[in-house]
C-alpha cells in the first residue's frame, strides 16, 4: 500500500513560477525525502527533511514538514523548463530502512 | 560514470519465459532493492537485501525471486512472466541507516510481457 499520496497529481505553469505540490502520509516516520523523476529515467533525491525538522532549503527548493498532519510540501521557486518532471515524496518510518514512495505529481514548465 | 546500472534496458517477451533483470553498483553500498513502477501507483518495492546473506521480501514480492551475487551484484527473476508484469523496473542502493536511507536509482528497465 502506498504511504505517500501526493497533490496535485499534475501541475503546469509557466517558467518563472514557483512550483508547490504536496505530500501526506500514514504513519510516524524518521524522515520524508523528495525524489525527481524525468521521464522514463530513474529516480533522483532531491532533498532530505528529518522528522524534527520543520523546514529545509537547497538552492530552489524548499520543504516543509508537519507531523502533527502527516504532510509535506515541496516548494520550486522561480522554475525552469529544466524542472518539468515527475516528483514524488518518500516516508523512511524505520522499518528496516524501507522508503515507501508516494504517486507522484508531474509537473510541466513551459516557456 | 554511473554508479547503478542495470540490464537489460529494455526487454520484450513471453507470457510464461523466464527472465532476469541484473542490476550492478559501483557506490560501494550494503543495501539493494528492486522496485516496479506502474503509471499512477509510483515505486512499489519488490524485495530487498542488506548484505549478501540477507533477503527480504517487499510488498509485491510473489511471482518474483532475487539473488544477491555479491555487495555490488543483485539480480531479480520473473520465473514465468505473466503479463501484468509489465512495468518500469528499478533498482537502488543505499547505504547503512548513518546515511539516513538516501536512495540511488539505476536507469530502469522496461519490461513488456506479451
Known amino acids: 500500500s502506498q504511504q505517500g499520496e501526493e497533490d496535485p497529481q499534475a501541475l503546469s505553469i509557466q517558467e518563472g513560477e514557483n512550483a508547490t505540490m504536496n505530500c501526506s502520509y500514514k504513519?510516524?516516520?524518521?524522515?520524508l525525502q523528495w525524489y525527481r523523476q524525468n521521464s522514463g529515467r530513474g529516480l533522483v533525491h532531491l532533498i532530505l527533511?528529518?522528522?524534527?525538522?520543520r523546514e529545509k532549503h537547497s538552492g530552489r527548493l524548499r520543504v516543509t514538514l508537519d507531523t502533527s498532519k502527516k504532510s509535506s510540501s515541496l516548494l520550486i521557486t522561480a522554475s525552469r523548463a529544466a524542472d518539468t518532471a515527475s516528483y514524488f515524496c518518500?516516508?523512511?518510518?524505520?522499518?528496516?530502512?524501507?522508503?515507501?514512495f508516494g504517486t507522484g505529481t508531474r509537473l510541466q514548465v513551459t516557456l | 560514470d554511473a554508479d547503478v546500472t542495470q540490464t537489460p534496458r529494455n526487454r520484450i517477451t513471453k507470457t510464461g519465459k523466464r527472465i532476469m533483470l541484473e542490476c550492478s553498483q559501483t557506490?560501494?553500498?550494503?543495501?539493494m532493492y528492486w522496485y516496479r513502477q506502474d503509471p499512477g501507483l509510483g515505486l512499489r518495492l519488490i524485495y530487498y537485501?542488506?548484505?549478501?546473506?540477507?533477503?527480504n521480501k517487499g510488498e509485491i514480492s510473489d511471482g518474483y525471486s532475487v539473488s544477491r551475487q555479491a555487495q555490488a551484484k543483485f539480480s531479480l527473476s520473473l520465473e514465468s512472466a505473466i503479463p501484468n508484469q509489465t512495468a518500469l523496473y528499478f533498482c537502488?542502493?543505499?547505504?547503512?541507516?548513518?546515511?539516513?536511507?538516501?536512495?540511488?536509482f539505476g536507469p530502469g528497465t522496461r519490461l513488456t510481457v506479451l
Open positions: 537502488a542502493t543505499s547505504d547503512s541507516p548513518g546515511g539516513h536511507n538516501e536512495q540511488f
Open positions: 504513519t510516524s516516520i524518521n524522515n
Open positions: 527533511i528529518r522528522s524534527n525538522e
Open positions: 518518500a516516508t523512511d518510518a524505520g522499518t528496516a530502512s524501507k522508503l515507501t
Open positions: 557506490k560501494g553500498h550494503d543495501r
Open positions: 537485501s542488506f548484505d549478501v546473506k540477507d533477503i
